[in-house]
């Protein structure tokens, strides 16, 4: 599956970004989908993940509260609802979606072959 990841930009600290995962030519049906980020300097992380089937959703304590992921079926396209940004929350954001993760390594990047191409979000502060 090929993933179209949109949505970054440069936003104020406590403003709202929502950033999208689009497939092209496939569908999200039977795959887990992940939202990493990846800081300069730092490793990629995990941020959210949500299994396509269930609505099941994951997400790193760190943005517990203020991230949401969702799903559109219609649409084939996986959201992650940013609000109350902090600066820390700077990075390249990467989605990536894979069928054979099984639910207790969605937050292991390792774990996925599928990926889209980052988008970048700012904070200022």
């Known amino acids: 599956v090929q993933l179209q990841a949109c949505g970054g930009g440069l936003v104020q600290a406590e403003g709202s970004l929502r950033l999208s995962c689009a497939t092209s030519?496939?569908?999200?049906?039977?795959?887990?989908v992940g939202w990493f980020r990846q800081a300069p300097g730092k490793e990629r992380e995990f941020a959210a993940g949500?299994?396509?089937?269930?609505?099941?959703?994951s997400y790193e304590d760190s943005v517990k509260e203020r991230f949401t992921i969702s799903r559109d079926n219609a649409k084939n396209t996986v959201y992650l609802q940013m609000n109350s940004l902090k600066p820390e929350d700077t990075a390249v954001y990467y989605c990536?979606?894979?069928?054979?993760?099984?639910?207790?390594?969605?937050?292991?990047?390792?774990?996925?072959?599928?990926w889209g191409q980052g988008t970048q979000v700012t904070v200022s502060s």
């Open positions: 990536a979606a894979d069928r054979s993760v099984i639910w207790s390594a969605i937050g292991d990047s390792r774990a996925y072959h599928n």
């Open positions: 949500i299994r396509w089937n269930s609505g099941h959703t």
């Open positions: 030519g496939d569908t999200f049906r039977g795959y887990n």
